[in-house]
């Protein structure tokens, strides 16, 4: 019981941080869980980070978060998945709270963007820090070679992610069972039974008055089917949200949808708080909370669903070639997105500085031990210094 206390209490002080700090998108957000939670701490093998990696692209969902609902599983059980999921959470929907008040009162958004230009080279040293620690465990044979680079030709082709996700399974799957499978390894023990009452349910405790409003249990009902249907990037995310709010209900404006998003985009953590601002335009701090609460309950669902299905998973021959494709694709995947990242770094601060600050941070990350934190600190000081 003790040791079960410890853990939760490290889960929720990790991810708080975690979540308060992670900018840049889902690419970021697992680089740095890589680099804190497998390369810091110790908590996951290389090899379970990239399967539960690999994953969280088979489902619906904010892929980070659902990463850090996953971790949480693992380190605790099923109190560990509540507690790593809202405290990864929680910070960026406080956050994005506040700046919805002030988008009410003041009607504009905050100039912050110079926060972004110090940190984006920063972030893209911390995630190709973790592309290539990952990339030793993943690409472990000329098929995961030939997968990883079949899946980034087809998305510069053009190619939805999700569609190449599912056919880079589909082809994993098939060579699979043409391979004759190895003995597979004894099977663990029992793990010892969790508490199975703090399950996400206990979530709806904090909105149930306000879910009897017929307009909150609207909104609510609204954020629960896109949390789990939507797949892929924001701009998915963001036609989801235009078709029912702007278009078919015309609660806000599509120049009210636009500024949701971006200050998704410019605030730590999952971009699924746009949620967050969209419900208080709607409905206030209430609004604000059945929308955060609808958007994110699926991803915890998924989670404890297909926790019990990968820890099975992994330990058949079989199954193991799958997982092995699909890690593979998603870290391709993730190589594209930081390109991404590298390009438009450039186009907003120029080569010399991105080039300068994460050359230095990525010197920092390949010889100590450093917790990014201070990192991500550095550049926006970086940023605010160039921007005054």
Known sequence: MALQRRNLIELATTFLHLGATALGGPAAHIALMERELVERRGWLERQEFLDLMGATNLVPGPNSTELAIHIGHRRAGMPGLVIAGICFILPAALMVLFLAWGYVRYQSLPQISWVLTGVQPIVIAVVVHALWKL?????????????????????????????????????????????????????????????????????????????????????????????????????????FLREDFVERLQWITDRQLLDAIAIGQLTP??????????????????????????????????????????????????????????????????????????????ADAGWLLTASLGGMALLMLTTTKINTIWLILAGALAGYWLQS
């Open 135 to 239: 990339g030793r465990s993943a690409l472990k044979d000329i098929f995961t070679v030939i997968i990883a680079l079949g899946a980034g030709m087809l998305v510069m082709s053009g190619l939805s992610e999700v569609t190449v996700i599912f056919l880079t399974a589909l082809l994993g799957w098939i060579w699979a069972w043409r391979t004759k499978p190895a003995s597979p390894p004894p099977a663990e023990p029992p793990a010892p039974p969790t508490q199975l009452n703090s399950t996400p349910g206990f979530l709806l405790l904090g909105t149930a008055a306000p879910l009897t409003q017929p307009m909150l249990g609207q909104l609510f009902l609204i954020f629960l089917k896109i949390g789990s249907i939507v797949y892929g990037s924001g701009y998915v995310l963001l036609a």
């Open 269 to 346: 953590g999952p971009l699924f708080t746009s949620a967050t601002f969209i419900g208080y335009l709607i409905q206030g701090v209430p609004g604000a909370m059945v929308a955060t609460l609808g958007i994110f309950l699926p991803s915890f669902i998924f989670v404890a669903i297909l926790s019990v299905m990968l820890k099975k998973a992994s330990r058949s021959p079989r199954a193991r070639v799958f997982l092995d494709s699909v890690n593979a694709a998603s870290l391709a995947l993730m190589a594209l997105v930081t390109w991404e990242l590298g390009s438009s770094s450039v």
